[in-house]
């Protein structure tokens, strides 16, 4: 059973950042399914949620700048914050624990920045022109999603 579930309450009401967001739960999940990780998994995931810190902050980044979001540089720290707890948790992949630890960070990640502080922001996409051309010029979808079904993963 998956960890996780999208639901509607989740949207920030802009197709590609759900999108984004929809990733994010599936790497939950498949960390939450995983067993006896040999390695391989915890080092695909965190080359993933690199990439994901690239690609994905950079284009909710621009959205919000594009909406004239008051908190954007606080929510700009919170990325930073995400990126570096990633940094340093790739610095500990190889012990026994890394998978539970980047289990728990992603969990409460989900919970407080995604449902809480992104839906800060929600109401002032709401009315916002151009949204959807203006991420589509960013990426499409995340690399990190070929990333993942290059190990297997079931996305």
Request: hydrophobic content about 45%; glycine content about 2%; aromatic content about 8%.
């Amino acid at each position: 059973m998956s960890a996780f579930a999208w639901t509607e309450a989740m949207s920030v009401g802009v197709p590609a950042l759900d999108a984004d967001h929809r990733c994010l739960v599936r790497i939950i999940n498949l960390l939450e399914e995983a067993e006896n990780d040999d390695g391989r998994l915890i080092e695909t995931v965190i080359n993933t949620l690199e990439v994901y810190c690239r690609y994905h902050f950079a284009r909710e980044e621009q959205v919000m700048n594009a909406c004239k979001f008051p908190a954007l540089a606080f929510h700009r720290r919170e990325h930073e914050l995400f990126c570096r707890a990633i940094a340093e948790i790739n610095g500990r992949k190889s012990q026994a624990s890394t998978v539970q630890e980047l289990l728990d960070y992603l969990k409460a990640w989900l919970l407080h920045h995604i449902l809480i502080q992104d839906m800060a922001y929600k109401p002032f996409v709401a009315d916002a022109p151009n949204l959807e051309e203006l991420t589509s010029t960013m990426a499409m979808h995340l690399p990190s999603i070929e990333i993942l079904r290059q190990t297997g993963a079931q996305l």
